[in-house]
T-cell receptor, first 114, second 113 residues
Framework: DAGVTQSPTHLIKTRGQQVTLRCSPK?????VSWYQQALGQGPQFIFQ???????QRGNFPDRFSGHQFPNYSSELNVNALLLGDSALYLC?????????????FGPGTRLTVL | AQKVTQAQTEISVVEKEDVTLDCVYE???????LFWYKQPPSGELVFLIR??????QNEISGRYSWNFQKSTSSFNFTITASQVVDSAVYFC??????????FGTGTSLTVIP
């Protein structure tokens, strides 16, 4: 049973460009959450997707958007990249009804903006 | 509002010493979960423990133990007889009923051989 997978592993972009990160949840999970972890910081919640809709959102600008597909996989899009967007982006999957269940994190995508 | 505070930014200990990582949290929710994760240099968050807000029983797992005290809103983590492989960044986190995590800023632990 595959856990949470993310692609790509690493990515280098330049300021102003757009980027798309991908996440496949653990089998059986229907909810995907995205986190940004800047160097030396804890992960910060970006948003959460369930039933192909954004359900919760953290304090991130509209440049950060997402999508969830019918197979529960998800994409994180960041437009007009800034140097400050350089970070490790983590995806986590869970069951919406499974508050008592474990939430699994993927290995992350390390984004560098030059 | 939810908040998790890890006041210790960096800790260094000599191998075989015991070390305690502190975690203090804030929440108005009555139902929540507290977690500890280990993050090695590879970046993946490794789950260590989960406690729910109604279970204050302390837990021991091998060299790891956790002390949960609601009265002080603390969830401290102790590693006994530390080893070099314990070197990593450790995060304390709170999860609310919406499955949203709030992480502390992490404590970087270095175990010196």
């Amino acid at each position: 049973d595959a856990g949470v997978t993310q692609s790509p592993t690493h990515l280098i972009k330049t300021r102003g460009q757009q980027v798309t990160l991908r996440c496949s949840p653990k089998s059986g999970h229907d909810t995907v959450s995205w986190y940004q972890q800047a160097l030396g910081q804890g992960p910060q919640f970006i948003f959460q997707y369930y039933e192909e809709e954004e359900r919760q959102r953290g304090n991130f600008p509209d440049r950060f958007s997402g999508h969830q597909f019918p197979n529960y996989s998800s994409e994180l899009n960041v437009n007009a990249l800034l140097l400050g967007d350089s970070a490790l982006y983590l995806c986590a999957s869970s069951l919406m009804t499974g508050f008592r269940d474990e939430q699994f994190f993927g290995p992350g995508t390390r984004l560098t903006v030059l | 509002a939810q908040k998790v505070t890890q006041a210790q930014t960096e800790i260094s200990v000599v191998e075989k010493e015991d070390v305690t990582l502190d975690c203090v949290y804030e929440t108005r929710d009555t139902t929540y979960y507290l977690f500890w994760y280990k993050q090695p240099p590879s970046g993946e968050l490794v789950f260590l423990i989960r406690r729910n807000s109604f279970d204050e029983q302390n837990e021991i797992s091998g060299r790891y133990s956790w002390n949960f005290q609601k009265s002080t809103s603390s969830f401290n983590f102790t590693i006994t007889a530390s080893q070099v492989v314990d070197s990593a960044v450790y995060f304390c986190a709170l999860r609310n009923t919406g499955n949203q995590f709030y992480f502390g800023t992490g404590t970087s632990l270095t175990v010196i051989p």
